[in-house]
T-cell receptor, first 114, second 110 residues
Framework: GAGVSQSPSNKVTEKGKDVELRCDPI?????LYWYRQSLGQGLEFLIY????????KSGLPSDRFSAERTGGSVSTLTIQRTQQEDSAVYLC????????????FGPGTRLTVL | KNEVEQSPQNLTAQEGEFITINCSYS?????LHWLQQHPGGGIVSLFM???GKKKHGRLIATINIQEKHSSLHITASHPRDSAVYIC????????????FGQGTRLTINP
């Protein structure tokens, strides 16, 4: 079956613009996660959606970052007024039940802010 | 100090060697994950452990909950095993999220 997909695969934007990154999780997975990986750095948690529960937003680096998950499926990560330090690979993952079960990662979106 | 520490940070070995990567953590966890990230960037989940030992092909993962330590072993290593191996833990308390180690970059030379 289809894995986790993300779009776009690459995004180049100018400082100050808003960007939207999309994640399509594996069908039937109730949990969805966003992470980012800056160049040469480790993975950093951003946000976690579990079923219909309010998402855990504790990892979002600033109020310029927001995320939604519509209908318990597709998720969008929005970065407003992008800054150069937002340049990174943004990874989405999904899992069947959440709470630490096996996560399946998408290919990522490489964001470059000029 | 990071909650999840991996060692070594970099490891270069010859094809066929037995490889061990270590992971220590300082928080209470419900599960520990080993992930593999290839040079192209894709991440694959190798193991999820809450106790004991798991084996998949040439890969073996162990965890000692009392000592808060896990190891990933690769037997008969091959150049295609070259990748970054990442340890991550799911904390019992606090924010529900994966906390990642910094990764171990493994290079297997032919």
């Amino acid at each position: 079956g289809a894995g986790v997909s993300q779009s776009p695969s690459n995004k180049v934007t100018e400082k100050g613009k808003d960007v939207e990154l999309r994640c399509d999780p594996i069908s039937g997975h109730t949990a969805l996660y966003w992470y980012r990986q800056s160049l040469g750095q480790g993975l950093e948690f951003l946000i976690y959606f579990q079923g219909n529960s309010a998402p855990d937003k504790s990892g979002l680096p600033s109020d310029r970052f927001s995320a939604e998950r519509t209908g318990g499926s597709v998720s969008t990560l929005t970065i407003q007024r992008t800054q150069q330090e937002d340049s990174a690979v943004y990874l989405c993952a999904s899992s069947l039940i959440g709470n630490g079960d096996t996560q399946y990662f998408g290919p990522g979106t490489r964001l470059t802010v000029l | 100090k990071n909650e999840v520490e991996q060692s070594p940070q970099n490891l270069t070995a010859q094809e066929g060697e037995f490889i061990t990567i270590n992971c220590s953590y300082s928080v209470g966890i419900s599960a520990l994950h080993w992930l593999q990230q290839h040079p192209g960037g894709g991440i694959v989940s190798l193991f999820m452990l809450s106790s004991g030992k798991k084996k998949h092909g040439r890969l073996i993962a162990t965890i000692n909950i009392q000592e808060k330590h896990s190891s990933l072993h690769i037997t008969a290593s091959h150049p295609r095993d070259s990748a970054v191996y990442i340890c991550a833990v799911w904390e019992i308390q606090g924010a529900q999220k994966l906390v990642f180690g910094q990764g171990t970059r493994l290079t297997i030379n032919p």
